[in-house]
């Protein structure tokens, strides 16, 4: 099992640009892709991105398309999600995930990191 913290959320302004970083720790050998989503109060939790554990083949929901970048330093054990151009309807806590089984879907998760961003 690994375990998964986020980091580096905050409070922002529109526009603004944010790295968030999931650390994992435990069982990090497994060659597994690793997943962001994000829930906003009132609201399911929704996609946002996903990166093999190459680094290949990311994935990205459509209304963040351009401006948000999955990238991973496996050597680090750590996966990123840089944010851009930042919009209020982004204000949500976003959580990291892993694909330990390789099938789909996500055992793990992290706690979440929260991003507000005002108008």
């Known amino acids: 099992q690994v375990q998964l913290v986020e980091s580096g959320g905050g409070l922002v302004q529109a526009g603004d640009s944010l790295r968030l970083s999931c650390a994992a720790s435990g069982r990090t050998f497994n060659r597994y892709a690793m997943g962001w989503f994000r829930q906003a109060p009132g609201k399911e939790r929704e996609f946002v991105g996903v990166?093999?554990?190459?680094?290949?083949?990311?994935y990205y929901k459509d209304s963040v398309k351009g401006r948000f970048t999955i990238s991973r330093d496996n050597a680090k054990n750590t996966v990123y999600l840089q944010v851009t151009n930042l919009k209020p309807e982004d204000t949500a806590v976003y959580y990291c995930?892993?694909?330990?089984?390789?099938?789909?879907?996500?055992?793990?998760w992290g706690q979440g990191t929260q991003v507000t961003v005002s108008s």
């Open positions: 990166i093999s554990w190459s680094g290949g083949s990311p």
């Open positions: 995930a892993a694909d330990e089984g390789g099938d789909g879907s996500f055992e793990s």
